[in-house]
């Protein structure tokens, strides 16, 4: 398998463009998640899916966040407008989830993401 | 509150040596445990994982982690360093479903 795909891996854009990051979960894994990584606040949870559907979007920062995810086979994480503030890496994950959830995330390469 | 806490921001051991890196949780229950490993320009990694039993598991690279019930704590362990084990390594514990992550250790394995 060739793990999970996220692009770009890098962006460097100007404040108040719009950015929009995708993600190609491993194929069979049933949950995806999004986290944004920085020095200062370290790694932080997004939004999780479950199936396809948003369970828990309580890590979006602000509406100028948004993440959707129309199949098993793809999501994305858009902001817009972009801010400097929102420079960072981000991160997706997936992973099967049965009967018990086991935390067993497999993450993709990340996308850094820096706003001029 | 639920937390997972990694008190050394890094960690500097000789290679040869062996290595602690620690981790202690504040979560109801009984959650799983894991460790993580992130080399630079990477993304995370997984390297073990506590469910039950044996309280001492074994990963990969060589590394294990020894639970803890009593002092909630399961610290990473290898008992000789490697210059290659230079990176930053995360610890997390199950919350309700999703995972609750420390802030990470850096280790720092000198030659």
């Known amino acids: 398998d060739a793990g999970v795909i996220q692009s770009p891996r890098h962006e460097v854009t100007e404040m108040g463009q719009e950015v929009t990051l995708r993600c190609k979960p491993i194929?069979?894994?049933?949950?995806l998640f999004w986290y944004r990584q920085t020095m200062m606040r370290g790694l932080e949870l997004l939004i999780y899916?479950?199936?396809?559907?948003?369970?828990?979007d309580s890590g979006m920062p602000e509406d100028r966040f948004s993440a959707k995810m129309p199949n098993a086979s793809f999501s994305t994480l858009k902001i817009q407008p972009s801010e400097p503030r929102d420079s960072a890496v981000y991160f997706c994950?997936?992973?099967?989830?049965?009967?018990?959830?086991?935390?067993?995330?497999?993450f993709g390469e990340g996308s850094r993401l820096t706003v001029l | 509150a639920q937390s997972v806490a990694q008190p050394e921001d890094q960690v500097n051991v000789a290679e040869g040596n062996p290595l602690t890196v620690k981790c202690t949780y504040s979560?109801?229950?009984?959650?799983?445990l894991f460790w993580y490993v992130q080399y630079p320009n990477r993304g995370l990694q997984f390297l073990l994982k506590?469910?039950?039993?044996d309280n001492l598991v074994k990963g990969s690279y060589g590394f294990e982690a020894e639970f803890n019930k009593s002092q909630t704590s399961f610290h990473l362990k290898k008992p000789s360093a490697l210059v290659s084990d230079s990176a930053l390594y995360f610890c997390?514990?199950?919350?309700?479903?999703?995972?609750?992550w420390g802030a990470g250790t850096k280790l720092i394995i000198k030659p």
């Open positions: 994950a997936s992973i099967w989830t049965g009967g018990e959830e086991t935390g067993e995330l497999f």
């Open positions: 194929s069979g894994h049933n949950s």
């Open positions: 899916f479950n199936n396809n559907v948003p369970i828990d």
């Open positions: 979560v109801s229950g009984n959650p799983y």
């Open positions: 506590y469910i039950t039993g």
């Open positions: 997390a514990v199950t919350s309700n479903y999703q995972l609750i």
